[in-house]
């Protein structure tokens, strides 16, 4: 079975740091861009940033830059999202999805070929 799935999520207060977790099974993330989101009680699904198969990181959202960033370990067949200085507005539910694409730019859309089912993270004191 072809899934991605994201772990990592928890309470944490703000300030505080998190970092998740997004592992494919079923295929090898060597060729795939991944992309990372997040959706709030009640706003639309927000891309944040992506890595190219390469490990070039792009942050797009300007909520997040500068706190946020993404890193791949091919070999554990896993990337990751470090988010450092947590604040109340982080609170969502995050997921990763992968588009199969080599090279080293990345893309984020809301289209990618397999998404996971997401990961809550809580930012509160």
């Known amino acids: 079975q072809l899934q991605l799935v994201e772990s990592g999520g928890g309470l944490v207060q703000p300030g505080g740091s998190l970092r998740l977790s997004c592992t494919a099974s079923g295929f090898t993330l060597d060729y795939y861009t991944i992309g990372w989101y997040r959706q709030a009680p009640g706003k639309e699904r927000e891309g944040l940033a992506c890595?190219?198969?390469?490990?070039?990181?792009?942050i797009l959202a300007d909520s997040v830059k500068g706190r946020f960033t993404s890193s791949r370990d091919n070999a554990k067949n896993t990337v990751f999202l470090q988010m450092n200085s947590l604040k109340p507005e982080d609170t969502a539910v995050y997921y990763c999805?992968?588009?199969?694409?080599?090279?080293?730019?990345?893309?984020?859309?809301?289209?990618?070929?397999?998404w996971g089912k997401g990961t809550l993270v809580t930012v509160s004191s």
């Open positions: 890595i190219s198969s390469s490990g070039g990181v792009t």
């Open positions: 999805a992968a588009e199969h694409k080599y090279g080293s730019s990345c893309y984020l859309g809301y289209d990618m070929e397999f």
